[in-house]
């Protein structure tokens, strides 16, 4: 079964810019989450998605949006992105919402400049 | 306020030699506490996913061990190999709705030959 895939796996944007994250779960996996990780900050919470529905949310300033289609597939946009915005982005999925296990995919490495 | 905390902030072993990474948590009520591992520029892996009521769960050379009364748990490798060095990550589950998550900054260790 492929695992979680995350695209790009890289990305240089400049401050200012919007951009979008891409995230396909394992097959037949409805829940997907997204998360910040940073050095300083280690990893946070974004939100989490279950059947097109965003359920859980962090504590993240409007800039950062999401939504899953209905093929479960999610996609994370940060708009008038900010040097603080540089981070790896990492995407889980799994079963069912608020689900024990998650599993995560590669991680986007964003670096704004 | 609902955090976890891990100790030591960093480890470094011989290669063979067993050792011990601890986290305190004030999550309340609580739901689940995971450890994950994750290597350098990758995706967080689950280790072990504890309830309130396990004491111990084992997945190979790695035992985490929950004491929910004291609000601790501690993850255990036995014979250290190389690939060990890495990342690993606290994370308890609670909150009202048992949908918060809460990391640890995590323990980097790094095994040495």
Known sequence: KAGVTQTPRYLIKTRGQQVTLSCSPISG??????????????????????????????????RFSGRQFSNSR??????????????????????????????????????VT | KNQVEQSPQSLIILE??????????????????RWYKQDTGRGPVSLTIMTFSENTKSNGRYTATLDADTKQSSLHITASQLSDSASYICVVSGGEYGNKLVFGAGTILRVKS
């Open chain 2, 16 to 33: 063979g030699k067993n050792c011990t990474l601890q986290c305190n948590y004030t999550v309340s009520p609580f739901s689940n506490l």
């Open chain 1, 74 to 111: 999610s996609e994370m946009n940060v708009s008038t992105l900010e040097l603080g915005d540089s981070a790896l982005y990492l995407c889980a999925s799994s079963l069912a919402a608020f689900s024990y296990e998650q599993y995560f995919g590669p991680g986007t490495r964003l670096t």
């Open chain 1, 29 to 62: 996996h409805r829940s997907v989450s997204w998360y910040q990780q940073t050095p300083g900050q280690g990893l946070q919470f974004l939100f989490e998605y279950f059947s097109e529905t965003q359920r859980n949310k962090g504590n993240f300033p409007g």
